[in-house]
């Protein structure tokens, strides 16, 4: 299989512009309305950059465009490029660029107050802004961040994790339901009803049930708001991280300890090449803060 030439010549902005606009919009015609240029413009733009790097980066087969897996790999890196392109070109005089933590749905739980309020005394001329991004790596792989915390186990390529702590987990159960006037829960007192399972950033799968006795249904969502909703509304019960009850409260949904549940571990990622020159401080802070808190 052919990949793209790390030495290609000729490629200019305006056509990874073009191939992430595609690559977002699932349509050459959405795209050029987004660029606003012309249809044809995109397609021969797209064209002359799958012409340089030797490689086909769009499936064209079918109505709706789709990434070939060279478009994928290639997608990441097309946004590192152009995002970097546009800070270099910012207007006014330069500075220091925000650091960029991002997360999933829970930051680093009840550490998040006190590593923001130390970053900013030790390193106030480098702003670390905390994003809420729902995917599994929290916007790592595509570089819309330059380190994210993530929870369970990540086996994306190119990322790098290392385990600060873990945390257990608990049940979340509609607030008028039965399952909320117990202190306590099993992973076998959620198997008679639906799981609500956030399939795009969420940990858990019916894997953390025995095979034998897994949930009798499952209700997917795409995001943690979502998955609080249809859990307030009794359509099913959750399972998260600790750290979940106390980022995000909903007079809906109560929490519970799950007592038979293996502990999640909490990894702070970073992808593995160049890195934001700050990035090896937040490291060694995001340490301290959970050593300082365990003493």
Request: glycine fraction near 8%; proline fraction near 9%; charged fraction near 20%.
């Amino acid at each position: 299989m052919s990949t793209p030439h790390s030495s290609a010549r000729g490629i200019e902005i305006r056509h990874l512009r073009a191939f992430l606009a595609v690559a977002q919009e699932g349509s050459v015609t959405r795209a050029a309305a987004r660029l606003r240029l012309s249809q044809p413009v995109v397609s021969r733009t797209l064209a002359a950059l799958e012409a340089r790097l030797g490689v086909r980066l769009v499936d064209r087969s079918t109505h709706h465009l789709a990434l070939t897996p060279e478009g994928t790999a290639f997608r990441d890196k097309a946004a590192l490029a152009v995002g970097a392109f546009d800070e270099a070109v910012a207007p006014g005089p330069p500075h220091p660029r925000p650091l960029r933590l991002g997360h999933a749905w829970s930051a680093l739980g009840p550490y998040t107050t006190p590593l923001l309020r130390t970053w900013q005394k030790r390193c106030p001329r480098t702003p670390l802004e905390l994003r809420r991004i729902d995917d599994r790596t929290a916007g790592l792989a595509r570089g819309e961040v330059d380190a994210a915390v993530l929870r369970g186990p990540v086996d994306t390529p190119g990322i790098l994790t290392e385990v600060l702590y873990t945390e257990g987990r608990v049940a979340a159960v509609a607030a008028d339901g039965p399952l909320a006037a117990r202190a306590s829960l099993e992973l076998a007192d959620l198997t008679a009803g639906a799981v609500v399972l956030n399939t795009v950033s969420g940990t858990t799968t019916l894997d953390l049930w025995p095979p034998d006795a897994r949930p009798a249904a499952t209700l997917t969502v795409a995001n943690t708001d979502d998955w609080l909703t249809a859990i307030a509304a009794g359509r099913g019960a959750g399972v998260s991280g600790s750290s979940t009850a106390g980022m995000h409260p909903h007079p809906g949904v109560v929490y519970r300890p799950l007592a038979d549940a293996p502990p999640l571990p909490v990894l702070l990622a970073r992808r593995d090449g160049p890195a934001h020159p700050a990035l090896p401080a937040l490291l060694e802070l995001a340490r301290e803060i959970v050593v300082w808190d365990g003493q």
